[in-house]
């Protein structure tokens, strides 16, 4: 069974920082499509962020310079560094890990 975990959502003061991890167990396959979503109350879900299995990244229009998508194969792990945090990023941010959902973390940016 593959599970996917998010960690590292906080509370943060406005123009903090955050880096959030997703890790998958349950299979070592990880050549394929990563990429963090994020959902504010009363919201849709939104895509954040992208990395394919040849590195290239892609980030939404509104979140470029401040976020910063990597990962590590060796851990099976993505991650999300976050920068200049705003109050509108609060929300909880999820992700997809080849295919399975993790079941989020919480971002809240708030003074």
């Known amino acids: 069974q593959v599970i996917v975990v998010e960690s590292g959502g906080a509370l943060v003061q406005p123009g903090g920082s955050l880096r959030l991890s997703c890790t998958q167990s349950?299979?070592?396959?990880?050549?394929?499509?990563k990429a963090w979503y994020r959902q504010a109350a009363a919201k849709q879900r939104e895509w954040v962020s992208s990395i394919d299995d040849d590195g290239s990244t892609r980030y939404a229009d509104s979140l470029k310079g401040r976020f910063t998508i990597s990962e590590d194969k060796a851990k099976d792990t993505v991650y999300l560094q976050m920068n200049s945090l705003k109050p509108e990023d609060t929300a909880t941010y999820y992700c997809?890990?080849?295919?399975?959902w993790g079941q989020g973390t919480q971002v809240t940016v708030s003074s």
């Open positions: 997809n890990y080849c295919g399975n």
């Open positions: 349950g299979s070592r396959f990880n050549r394929c499509h």
